[in-house]
């Protein structure tokens, strides 16, 4: 069951609520969840306790919604990247490579997502499931792309782990730029041409 979380109703409320979120994300990816308690974000945040409790019932509410927003966030940058392609090939380059510089602009999101296998594995399970099924459904449209004989769901977690790893070849490296991620997203797709598509 998830933790509540509510929406801000007026700008003043939203722009605490921003700072609520903002000051987890820093202290989650820096300290961790286990040794950064609520009374760390409401001051990083310079807001009162009640404020906090108007927003967020725990500390897991707000992890929720911080691994939540990096879900949708992950999304958006391959919808928006994906736009108007009609191959599966060309969706799951640009995908790939969307999402490699969406983690070049937010490193703390690694952090905070791999932390929830031990925050609560259920928060974890969720989260890549979530986006399994998403993918699984995505693939299904191009039949006459995608091979046969291959279990969609293996398929959809031996992506993740491409993206999840290659992403990390990129982080690793010092000042990398986009002419990098193009790389090993080419290099990516080589495995793929052979392996996924017919």
């Known amino acids: 069951m998830k933790e509540k979380f509510r929406h801000a109703k007026t700008k003043v409320g939203e722009k605490s609520f921003n700072k609520i979120v903002k000051a987890g994300k820093i202290l989650f990816a820096k300290s961790g969840y286990h040794s950064t308690s609520i009374n760390d974000i409401i001051a990083k945040a310079n807001v009162a306790v009640g404020t906090y409790y108007i927003y967020f019932n725990s500390k897991l509410?707000?992890?929720?919604?911080?691994?939540?927003?990096?879900?949708?966030?992950?999304?958006?940058?391959?919808?928006?990247?994906?736009?108007?392609?009609?191959?599966?090939?060309?969706?799951?380059?640009?995908?790939?490579?969307?999402?490699?510089?969406?983690?070049?602009?937010?490193?703390?999101?690694?952090?905070?997502?791999?932390?929830?296998?031990?925050?609560?594995?259920?928060?974890?399970?969720?989260?890549?499931?979530?986006?399994?099924?998403?993918?699984?459904?995505?693939?299904?449209?191009?039949?006459?792309?995608?091979?046969?004989?291959?279990?969609?769901?293996?398929?959809?977690?031996?992506l993740m782990g491409i993206a999840n790893f290659v992403g990390l070849q990129i982080l690793f490296k010092d000042n990398p730029h986009e002419k990098d991620v193009d790389f090993v997203v080419n290099e990516s797709m080589k495995l793929l041409d052979r392996g996924l598509f017919k």
Request: charged letters at 35%.
């Open 61 to 158: 509410a707000l992890y929720h919604y911080l691994l939540d927003e990096y879900q949708e966030k992950i999304r958006e940058a391959a919808r928006e990247a994906t736009q108007g392609l009609t191959t599966r090939r060309e969706i799951e380059r640009e995908g790939l490579k969307a999402f490699i510089m969406y983690a070049m602009k937010e490193p703390l999101a690694y952090k905070v997502i791999w932390e929830s296998l031990f925050v609560n594995q259920d928060l974890f399970i969720d989260y890549y499931s979530r986006f399994s099924k998403s993918y699984i459904e995505n693939l299904k449209k191009f039949k006459t792309e995608v091979r046969e004989d291959i279990d969609l769901e293996t398929v959809s977690f031996i």
